[in-house]
């Protein structure tokens, strides 16, 4: 990313370039590594609810869901194998993310989403033909190898690609890529799920080899960043490539910044520890808690599990489906509703409106659960209209995160960081999402069994406690390039202690070394 720049009258720095076809074909192909992504979190909650696929790998599930509505419900699913196919992916896929940073930094952005494309495709083949539950483990284990190679590095080639003008719309891009992926696996999973013979979970899971094959493609075409090209000491190809991609000739200045750039980071020994400094307490904070609260929001028991839950409260597995791709395409418009007015109306507000929203449905949905099924979990006749309100609050509760905490969850964290602590420091995001992820997705279905639908008030409650912590710790970015950020932990009332004047060590601050000598900052 670009450290430095050319600064202006108003503090602001520019580069020449604009956004070139070339780049945004480079950008909306890179970004399909969201779709892969997206297509797992949307595939396994409807594989799992159908019943053929239930039969012939988990047998035991499959009889409890047959027995009837008089046995305790919130159990029907309690299976550790069940939630071991879904949370292994993201066990697999926190490991190779690791091994894909060095990857990523030694041989180029390009390889590592090679990697993932093609550990991609054997995964989805694997789960396609799958026989026994252990081809399904292992296929889903590749799946994770793959994600985990392509999230760590097909956002940081897209924001090494992206103007920076346009990095925070093409940073929630990738995230309406996930959210296409969740929409995409869930109407297929709806049309699969109705294939006469019992074998539409196969399409449903095999059919992850599409996104994975336009990812593998794409990385054989796709150029290298001119970051990455300079990291490896290719600082004639960079120059080049990066004419190309800006389309302009002069492109000295964020060249330059890109050397001086790429020198500082490598002069930084132990980029680890150095993230243990004093100064960087407010970035490593955020770093860890941002993607803890995203995923203590609870949105990935609906994503992996809606069909699931739906069924759980009633639906037969056809309406269950369908619900899925409602809250689904909730999902997707709702992210571009963030698009819109994440530069507008700021973060905090959308964090705090989206956390209210949650909080509200969260409440709503526990009182209806726990109205109908009580603690015994035998629900009786399911009346429409509560179908209808328990989904119509479901959606609320959806859109509320996919405007606030999908997309900002990792554009907040992206955009915090000084760039010596930047590739660290998004890897620690990274890695306690995926923990997380995995957390969740392990333990919702036991969860659900004990706790029934006071599962919902724990992440009520977790909800409350993410908005008063973004409330008092989280400064507004809104506005304010990269470079400069240095000033919202200096001027805020908690994080100014850790934050002295002139120690924050940031891309401006570096770029002065070398070709920012000459420019005044304003
Ligand atoms: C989260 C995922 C979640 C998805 C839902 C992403 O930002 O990281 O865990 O499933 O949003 O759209």
């Known amino acids: 990313m670009a450290g430095g720049g050319f600064v202006v009258g108003d503090g602001q720095k520019t580069y020449p370039g604009k956004l070139t076809p070339f780049v945004l074909f480079t950008c909306v192909v890179a970004a399909m590594g969201g779709l892969i992504f997206g297509y797992d979190i949307g595939i396994s909650g409807g594989v799992t609810s159908m019943p053929s696929f239930l039969r012939r790998f988990f047998p035991s ?23 071991l196919f879904t949370s292994s992916l993201y066990l697999a896929a926190l490991i190779s993310s690791l091994v894909a940073s ?24 694997i789960n396609g033909f799958a026989k ?39 940073n929630i891009g990738f995230q309406l890529s996930i959210t296409i992926g969740i929409l995409v696996a869930e109407v297929l999973n709806y049309f699969f799920a109705k294939i006469k013979g019992g074998w539409g979970w196969r399409l449903s899971l095999g059919g992850a080899v599409v996104p994975a094959l336009i990812i593998t493609l794409g990385s054989l075409v796709l150029p290298d960043t001119p970051n990455s090209m300079i990291e490896r000491g290719k600082h004639e190809k960079a120059k080049t490539k990066l004419r190309r991609i800006r389309g302009v000739d002069d492109v000295s200045q964020e060249f330059d910044d890109l050397v001086a750039a790429s020198k500082e ?34 949105i990935n028991v609906i994503m992996f599990y809606a069909p699931v839950l739906f069924n759980t409260i009633g639906f037969t597995t056809d309406a269950s489906l369908m619900s899925a791709v409602v809250t689904g395409s909730v999902n997707v418009a709702a992210t571009l509703v963030s698009i819109y007015g994440v530069d507008k109306w700021g973060r905090r507000f959308l964090f705090l409106e989206g956390g209210t929203q949650m909080l509200i449905c969260q409440a709503v949905v526990a009182a209806c659960i726990g109205a109908k099924f009580g603690v015994d979990g035998t629900p009786g006749e399911l009346p429409k209209w509560y179908a209808i309100v328990v989904v119509t609050f479901i959606c609320i509760y959806v859109a509320g995160f996919a405007w606030s905490w999908g ?21 620690i995001t990274v890695s ?91």
């Open 61 to 83: 599930v499959y009889r409890k869901q047959q027995e009837d509505a008089t046995t305790n419900q919130y159990c029907q699913y309690d299976s550790p194998t069940l939630t």
């Open 265 to 298: 980071s490598q002069s930084i020994e132990h980029p680890w520890t150095n993230l243990l400094r004093r100064k960087y307490r407010p970035h490593l904070t955020m770093a860890i808690m941002i993607p803890f609260f995203q995923q203590l929001t609870g």
């Open 102 to 125: 060095t990857v990523t930094r030694k041989f180029g952005r390009r390889l590592s989403m090679l990697f993932g494309g093609i550990l991609f495709c054997a995964g989805a083949l």
């Open 132 to 170: 026994h539950v252990w081809m399904l483990i292992v296929g889903r284990i590749l799946l994770g190898f793959g994600i985990g190679f392509a999230n760590q590095s097909v956002p940081l080639y897209l924001s090494e690609m992206a103007p920076y003008k346009y990095r925070g719309a093409l």
């Open 432 to 522: 306690v999402n995926m923990i997380f992820t995995f957390i969740i997705a392990q333990i919702f279905l036991t969860m659900l069994c004990h706790l029934k639908f006071g599962l919902f008030l724990v992440f009520a409650f977790f909800v409350i406690v993410m908005s008063i912590f973004v409330y008092i710790f989280l400064p507004e970015t809104k506005g304010i390039p990269i470079e400069e950020m240095g000033q919202v932990w200096r001027s805020h009332w908690y994080w100014s202690r850790f934050v002295e004047d002139g120690e924050y060590g940031n891309g401006l601050e570096m770029g002065k070394s070398s070709s920012n000598q000459g420019t005044k900052h304003v």
């Open 407 to 427: 997309p900002l969850g990792w554009l907040v964290p992206s955009e915090i960081f000084p760039l010596e602590i930047r590739s660290a420091a998004q890897s």
